[in-house]
């Protein structure tokens, strides 16, 4: 299963998130647009997980979220699972283009020292 095929499995059903995947040497970029709610983290947490274990020798995964105008707990947690999963296994997770309601959440939960943010060189 590729990428795309991985997003139309787990995101079939999915009406509150859009998901588009832009693949480069480094890694993978995904660019997420709408609610990470109840509804979806499911599918983004298992998606994710199933990134980065096929992963191989790809060294980043970037969830682009400037598109996201809602997160979560649940949302969170996905995002958080997902760090950890890569830290495991010596990949980088880097979040791009918070904004300022997704941020304000990760601050108001201590999050924001855990996750690394994407640079212009990332």
Known sequence: MDIIEAIDRFFKNNST???VALEDARGLV???AGSLDLECSAALQNLLLWIIEQQNGKLRLIVDLKQV???SSTGVGALTIALTTAIKRDKRFLLRNLQPKVRAV???LGLMNFFEEAGLND
């Open 17 to 19: 998130m859009r998901v």
């Open 30 to 32: 995904l660019a997420l």
């Open 69 to 71: 105008n809602y997160i």
């Open 106 to 108: 990760f601050q108001l």
